[in-house]
């Protein structure tokens, strides 16, 4: 019988794999999209044979779909932290935009693919997904910062979604404008939520 020593490295080792799948896997839907990706094409990138990526994933959809859960499960997990930090709503709010373009600067394809490749689906097939309750989660908290911000005078007195719309529209504009950029910068944040904001 295996030890646990044995168990973990095994287990380790297939998270090195999937990792490494994703990872190839992220590139060739960036180039190809859904449809147009082919297992094969996946396989040679994540450096694998087609059968080991059979043995983590049945399908180019669940692979595709694997993604999109692993980076917005990621994402929570980055944020939650400051979301639960107790600071003032609109420190918090700052704080967890901040942490995005940090985390964008990090890995702008991941990013990118996050907020592009639910387009490849139907809003049925995307509110069914396994990633759509960190999407939510996160979107609910931010709500709730505004909510939270506007009653204390921290935010302008607006309605809490047209807020949350503009900042979203602002934040994906300075996203996927400056992708021919290495980073975001912190005052061009303090920037768009001062203008925004007031």
Excluded: C
């Amino acid at each position: 019988m295996p030890n646990t020593a044995t168990l973990n490295r095994k287990s380790a080792e297939r998270a090195a794999r999937q990792e490494l799948i994703l990872q190839g896997a992220l590139t060739v839907f960036k180039e190809k999209g859904l449809e147009g990706a082919k297992i094969d094409e996946i396989a040679r990138v994540s450096g694998f044979g087609k059968a080991t990526l059979y043995y983590y994933f049945t399908s180019k959809e669940e692979i595709f779909s694997a993604l999109l859960l692993h980076g917005w499960l990621s994402l929570w997990r980055e944020l939650e932290e400051i979301a639960v930090g107790g600071d003032s709503p609109r420190a918090t709010f700052i704080s967890m935009l901040k942490k995005i373009a940090e985390l964008v600067n990090t890995d702008r394809p991941l990013y990118e693919f996050l907020f592009q490749a639910p387009q490849s689906y139907t809003r049925e097939e995307n509110e069914r997904s396994e990633w759509k309750a960190y999407q939510n989660r996160l979107y609910k908290v931010l709500m709730e910062l505004i909510e939270q911000g506007i009653q204390l005078g921290e935010f302008p007195q607006m309605e809490p979604r047209l807020i949350m719309k503009a900042m979203g529209g602002l934040f994906h504009g300075l996203v996927f404008l400056g992708k021919d950029r290495d980073t975001i910068t912190e005052n061009e944040i303090e920037e768009m939520l001062g203008n925004l904001l007031g």
